[in-house]
């Protein structure tokens, strides 16, 4: 005996023929039946699979789940799909044109009947929010798969087409599955960092941390830098190493050849970003946007701008003695290097700027001082240069130290252009640049109180000694 129904049974009447008699029971003359038979529904060999294994945040993904009937008469049934929150669904096979009004929290998708060893296929999309607010903030995202079909065994209609057993209800089952969100990105950024390498190259180094569970591609990948650096167009130095999955908790490095570009016509973005492009086993892609701290180059670089706008020179402060006495003349020299006088900027470009654009060099005019330091300078401590006779200039001078003691502070020198006459005639002084004097002086000298001093006395009437 085959049941088809599910249901308690019992043992009702039993009747047994042997030669010429008959035996005969009748559970209805008993208190109780002899026999008694609970048939349970049959364990359904029906499963399903849903891919893929998680949900990357930010992103829409297509989520398949796969139905296989097994060795069950599939007579119908239901998919339910049911999202947390900052998860969405959208109903398989949604035109592309309705989309956004489409997403909804919760979808219902009826299951098709089906014979045993069939399969079938649901695709849909799933969208998910980067980042989560409120309270919730720490759940996981989680999509939920339900299936409910009714079923019946193998076996129905061999076995009612004999009419042996009566007509009866399927039995039902459910099946549940469950994809979640990575709850960190599919890609950290763990170090970046710039170095200069050549005069106007920067390279470039990014390592990021893989924390998929499974193997991804890296498609594609761009770096975007804003202002002046630019990656050269043979800089990309990763070319041909990720066409291998990676697993995760491996590390990507990254290396680009930079080039200093101030006058670049490329549009540029706000921050360094990298963009690297994933790819699955289906053929999805996956857009990572990965911002670079690169703020250490960009101070660096914005440094350097902010000096090669300046007209500088450089000066050395020479004593050829290292001590001597309170009063007593000390002979200095300062050494003139004029060469850098027109911006590094303008030499760069062979361009010149303001009074240095045209023509000559412009005469240059030194002043020595003393204020601020332990000095009294004497000689000519002021005057003019003839920058087009010579690059180096050497300036002596005396100073005569105020006080006893190691002097660190010595006798400063300002350098200036002479100001520039207009066709009126008058001096103009706004068009010149001014100069940054970049000096270097001596440690210290050692000044030493005097022990004598010899006087002579003048009478007061006499006019002239």
């Not at 249901?7 to 010429?20: C, M, R």
């Not at 003359?29 to 049959?42: A, F, H, Y």
């Not at 969208?127 to 019946?152: F, H, I, L, P, W």
């Not at 129905?156 to 979640?180: F, H, I, Q, R």
Request: proline letters at 7%; one cysteine or more; aromatic letters at 8%.
């Amino acid at each position: 005996w085959q049941p088809m129904t599910y249901n308690v049974y019992v043992l009702a009447t039993v009747e047994i023929q042997w030669k010429e008699a008959s035996f005969f029971y009748d559970s209805a003359l008993l208190r109780k039946p002899l026999v008694g038979l609970d048939i349970q529904p049959s364990e359904p060999t029906q499963t399903i699979e849903l891919n893929p294994l998680f949900l990357i945040p930010g992103h829409v993904q297509n989520v398949r789940l796969v139905f296989h009937s097994g060795s069950d008469i599939i007579t119908g049934g239901a998919v339910t799909l049911i999202c947390s929150e900052g998860l969405q669904v959208v109903p398989p096979k949604t035109d592309q044109s309705k989309l956004e009004e489409a997403w909804r929290d919760e979808c219902v998708i009826p299951l098709d009947a089906c014979e045993p060893g069939k399969k079938i296929v649901i695709t849909t999309l799933v969208k998910s929010t980067s980042s989560r607010s409120g309270n919730n903030a720490d759940d996981v995202q989680e999509m939920m798969a339900k299936v409910e079909t009714s079923y019946r065994h193998k076996s129905y209609d061999s076995v009612m087409e004999k009419g042996e057993e009566p007509d009866s209800n399927p039995m039902k089952t459910l099946l549940e599955a469950m994809v979640t969100t990575l709850d960190r990105p599919a890609l950290a950024v763990d170090g970046s960092e710039a170095f200069v390498f050549d005069e106007d190259r920067v390279m470039v180094n990014v390592s990021l941390h893989c924390n998929t569970p499974v193997p991804f591609f890296v498609k594609e990948w761009n770096l975007d830098l804003p202002s002046p650096l630019v990656v050269e167009e043979d800089g990309d130095l990763n070319k041909g190493m990720f066409q291998h999955a990676i697993p995760e908790g491996d590390m990507l490095l990254f290396g680009f050849k930079c080039l200093r570009a101030d006058d670049s016509d490329e549009p540029s973005s706000e921050r360094p970003i990298l963009r690297v492009v994933l790819q699955d086993d289906f053929g999805k892609t996956f857009l990572q946007v990965l911002p670079l701290n690169l703020d250490d180059i960009y101070k660096q670089l914005r440094k350097e701008d902010e000096y090669a706008e300046l007209h500088n020179a450089t000066a050395e402060l020479v004593c050829s003695i290292k001590e001597g006495s309170v009063g007593h003349p000390v002979p200095f020299v300062y050494n003139l290097n004029l060469q850098s006088l027109i911006s590094p900027k303008a030499r760069k470009s062979n361009m010149s700027v303001s009074v240095a654009s045209e023509g000559p060099r412009p005469t240059v005019l030194y002043t020595i001082i003393s204020e601020g330091s332990d000095w009294i300078v004497s000689g000519k401590v002021q005057g003019l240069i003839d920058s087009k006779r010579s690059n180096i200039v050497s300036i002596p001078f005396r100073g005569i130290p105020t006080r006893s003691g190691l002097l660190r502070h010595f006798p400063e020198i300002i350098i200036e252009y002479l100001p520039i006459t207009t066709l009126s005639g008058s001096l103009c002084s706004s068009q010149t640049p001014p100069i940054t004097v970049l000096t270097k002086t001596p440690e210290r000298f050692k000044s030493l109180a005097f022990t004598n001093s010899l006087s002579l006395a003048v009478p007061q009437d006499l006019e002239e000694f």
